[in-house]
């Protein structure tokens, strides 16, 4: 049997990389791709990375795909084009690739300046040291209410989202905690508090109460907010630490 | 007793741990107060941003004349101590351990299109790289180099938006968005494209004649009439 453990194929992280490297590789112009080399190379680069047992992303066969389709559309005389919308007639259908490789090559040349620039910073050390955080934030207090307490509060809200849920439609939705985390702090951003409660005003179901809950802990672990509670067992405020 | 400008200066570089504006020291000048040398305080009281931005010239070039260890270096809209690199390996030993590790290729390419293009949606940067980016957003804003500056209403899911920080501009030694590589050439190619996709949409009329030409190797994907 096959090992199941896959290579994450750094090198090219995606297809784009992988053309950009077969323009180079082959010498041609990127204004001028042969279309039919490229699809040939890019589809042997494939089967190679498959063969290999290396983990080929979903991009990677949409990227075939379209060469395919390219490759397709050339062979056909010019009058017979077949397009899909009329604002692509009489366009060469390489044009939209060829402009996103630019654009990306681009970005990737800038990409290696601002490396470059990292590289030179790096030797540049600052009066009061470095550690990529404000000082104010490493100093702030993990929290000033108890784990206990929150997950009551957390409750209350949980035991809210069960009865709600009854009247409401279901949504096939996935919510992830690093979205939550920005949806969080993006409802933070011009104010220095809010209610517990609030950052759950708008979750439809138990699986979003959840997620939410476990993004401002989080956000407490990372330092980034604090939570406190004026009164014993009152209403309990999140706060931005700055 | 009689303080120089330019000395004052040098102390304020010397306690910040952040870059300083000129209009930061000037506000530092103008609501200082003490007790044991209030006629100086007050001297300095309404010091102009010329004077400031002129002093700090000097101790530039005063610091890159003498033989001194550190240099002032303009970064992120603002003025910083930082030591010349020469003496990097030793306090890399002294100081590295604390430091963050540099940055992957697929961030720094990131935060490359969120720098210039920015505000910019997370599927936006993905079409741009073709793969997905949401690893790398997730370590860029855990490390503060970017952050949510808004949502596009217009589009359905009212995606979050990204912008770069302070603390991108500082970490890469930049003074503002505008000293970026190729600041003006990705720039305006987003603009073009913006008015060549406009145009494009009014007109889809009869205009364009089928399947004219397709060897041509124009940039330019309008038709010619």
Do not use: C
């Not at chain 1, 791709?33 to 949409?62: C, D, H, K, W």
């Not at chain 2, 079409?127 to 503060?144: F, N, P, S, Y």
């Amino acid at each position: 049997m096959e090992s199941d453990y896959k290579v994450k194929l750094e090198v090219f992280e995606g297809p784009l990389d992988l053309l950009l490297y077969l323009i180079k590789k082959e010498e041609v112009d990127i204004y001028d791709i042969p279309i039919e080399r490229i699809t040939n190379q890019y589809m042997e680069y494939l089967s190679l990375m498959q063969l290999l047992n290396l983990e080929v992303a979903g991009e990677f066969l949409v990227m075939a795909a379209t060469l395919m389709y390219i490759k397709s559309r050339m062979l056909l005389p010019a009058d017979q084009q077949v397009t899909d919308t009329e604002a692509d007639e009489g366009e060469d259908p390489r044009w939209e690739l060829i402009r996103q490789l630019i654009e990306y090559k681009k970005f990737k040349e800038t990409a290696l300046q601002l490396a470059r620039r990292e590289a030179e910073q790096a030797n540049l050390f600052p009066r009061a040291g470095d550690s990529g955080l404000p000082v104010d934030r490493k100093q702030a207090p993990l929290a000033e209410v108890s784990i206990f307490e929150l997950i009551a509060a957390f409750h209350e809200v949980l035991k809210k989202a069960g009865a709600r849920e009854d009247f409401r439609e279901i949504y096939e939705e996935r919510f992830t905690v690093s979205d939550k985390i920005e949806e969080i702090l993006y409802s933070l951003r011009d104010r220095t508090e809010i209610r517990f409660g609030e950052l759950f005003a708008e979750s439809a179901s138990r699986a979003e109460v959840v997620v939410t809950f476990l993004a401002l802990l989080e956000l407490i672990r990372l330092k980034r907010l604090r939570v406190r509670q004026p009164e014993p067992f009152g209403e309990i405020y999140v706060i931005k630490v700055p | 007793m009689t303080l120089e400008l330019k000395r004052i200066i040098e102390a304020m570089l010397f306690a910040a741990e952040r870059p300083l504006s000129v209009q930061e020291m000037r506000t530092l000048f103008a609501e200082a107060t003490d007790e044991e040398q209030p006629a100086t305080v007050e001297a300095f009281r309404h010091v102009r941003e010329a004077q400031i931005a002129t002093a700090l010239e000097e101790l530039k070039l005063e610091w890159e004349t003498q033989p001194r260890a550190f240099q002032l270096i303009e970064v992120a809209g603002g003025w910083r101590l930082v030591s010349r690199s020469e003496y990097a390996p030793w306090l890399k030993k002294l100081l590295d351990e604390a430091r963050p590790h540099r940055l992957s290729q697929p961030a720094l390419e990131t935060l490359s299109i969120i720098a210039l293009r920015q505000p910019i949606s997370r599927a936006d940067i993905a079409a741009i790289r073709g793969v997905e980016v949401d690893g790398v957003i997730k370590t860029l804003l855990e490390r503060d180099l970017i952050t949510v500056v808004g949502r596009n209403e217009k589009v359905p899911g009212k995606p979050l938006l990204y912008g770069t920080t302070q603390r991108f501009l500082e970490h890469f030694g930049l003074r503002s968005l505008d000293d970026m590589p190729k600041a003006d050439e990705l720039r305006q190619q987003a603009a073009a494209l913006r008015t060549a996709e406009e145009q494009t949409v009014r007109s889809q009329e009869p205009s364009a004649e089928p399947g004219k030409t397709y060897e041509g190797k124009t940039q330019n994907p309008t038709p010619t009439d």
